[in-house]
């Protein structure tokens, strides 16, 4: 099969999407099918070997800027912009991708959404005009619903079917201001229509989705994400000191703060006053004063040297971290579409604890790798991590349950092969 995928980058940041995308390519590829990674915006910032690194970026981020905010920089010829979109230049301002905050791009959102009638519609034809000289795919594949305003066009013009993941476009389109949000969602629901099926991680997200978006039940099918396995090296599950980790962005959203508070709580019960926390995870510039606060706020509570500190790990040094943990939570505060950080822990038999809501029970329901918790408090966590460490037989149960279902059913391969399945219906209608 002939497969484009389109993903945009987020420069200096570390994206699950991306890993996501990047991972399915690579097992797409190793089945034997031609697929072609088409990087928008920034360069991809990857653990493993970058499947989009032999692709011309599109869309990139200068231009789609300049584009917005200057009429004039619309009407040049695409030959004299194009050189902005060279990768040297574009990593060069990869750093500041990560202060980009949605409220200071309202107006651009709506403006991609729109397609072939917003500020961009040089950079579609620019990319739409490379694609006819490179391949005639089977299907497109966009990496997520912010993507959606070039899907008519890619239809049409490619004469193919086009497709899109779901992977966690509310939270930030929600905290778009207004009157942005709004009509980024009302231009999000009709340009719905143009796409012929709808892939989400999780049920859960998906019927968030399809109730938001208002497409038929019947163009949407759940792939649960995938990773590769290689490497991951199994956790003794060490009890002296137990190990708590945290693997995910160094911010409030994702409930680090919480998971200091419910460790500070656990360090006052006698049996866990040598516990450790092993925090590690993408930290970018606007996530150093959370972390500058939390390591303050451990150290009035007299255990900064318990805490170690892990950020913008490579993946030999990801896969040496999870093999050192005994539990492990990312207790997000928000409606997580799946979260990877789960199947990495799992890979290397740790258990996770995670709050009772958003894809999580999704998740450990059908893995068997974890518990969940009670509520979304420090108390609630720190009862729940409390209970499994003490349960020696449930916590050795539960470390054999994550292994074997990543394993069996959660390997990037798996994640590839749902994906054909869902590509072959799309083609069969």
Known sequence: MKIVQITPGAGGMYCGGCFRDNTLVKSL???????????????????????SSETPIFFGGINVFLDQTLGFFRKLPASWTAWLNRRSILKRISKHAAQTRPEDVGELTVSMLMGEDGHQRKELEQLIHWLKGQVQPDVVCLSNALLIGMAAELKSRLNCPVLCTLQGEDTFLDALPEPNRQEAWGVLKKRAMDIDAFIAPSRYFGELMQSRLGFRADRLYVVPNGIPVDGYQRSKLPDDPPVLGYFARMCEAKGLPLLVDAYIELKKNPNYQAMRLMVGGGMGPSDEPVVEALKTKLNQAGCPDDVTWHPNLNRQEKLEFF???????????YGETYGLYLLEAMA???PVIQPPHAAFPEIIEATGGGVMTAGL????????????????????????????SVNQSHQSIHMAKRVLEVYQSVLDV
């Open 29 to 51: 590829r190793d089945e034997g099918h031609e697929v072609l990674m088409v990087p928008l915006y920034l360069p991809l910032t990857l653990e493993d070997a970058d499947q």
């Open 323 to 333: 093999s050192k943990l005994t539990v492990f939570s990312v207790p997000a505060l």
């Open 348 to 350: 290397a038999g740790v």
């Open 377 to 404: 408090s420090k108390d609630d966590l720190a009862e729940s991590i409390d209970s499994l460490l003490k349960d020696k037989t449930r916590l050795k149960q539960t470390s054999e349950a994550a292994i074997q």
